[in-house]
């Protein structure tokens, strides 16, 4: 498979770290849900705790690696006004272990 996709099969970690970058974003209230409390938004999410951490301080890489689809990723990065700049560089920052297809 080429692409820049991180695994082929995703994970249902990766399932659920899709679900929440959908609906913190796409469904109504859910981003204000979120913004007022992304633990507790966070804590009913069946996936493990260093992905809910990686989602909470918005490492980017983390949550690339771990199977975010990089459009979802994006939008969540332009709905926290997270800089194109920052947004880039942790991409660059865990692109060296990857092969490119």
């Not at 991180?6 to 796409?26: D, R």
């Not at 949550?63 to 459009?71: E, S, V």
């Not at 880039?88 to 865990?94: I, P, T, Y």
Request: proline share 5%; aromatic share 8%.
């Amino acid at each position: 498979m080429s692409g820049n996709w991180v695994q082929q099969i995703p994970s249902q970690s990766a399932y659920w770290l899709n679900k929440v970058l959908f609906e913190v974003h796409h469904n109504d209230g859910q981003l204000k849900r979120y913004l007022a409390s992304p633990g507790e938004y966070l804590s009913t999410v069946p996936m493990p705790e260093n992905l809910r951490e990686a989602v909470r301080s918005n490492d980017i890489g983390a949550m690339y690696l771990a199977g975010a689809n990089p459009y979802l990723l994006r939008a969540h990065c332009l709905g926290l006004r997270i800089s194109e700049q920052e947004f880039l560089a942790s991409l660059k920052a865990v692109a060296g272990g990857q092969k490119n297809g």
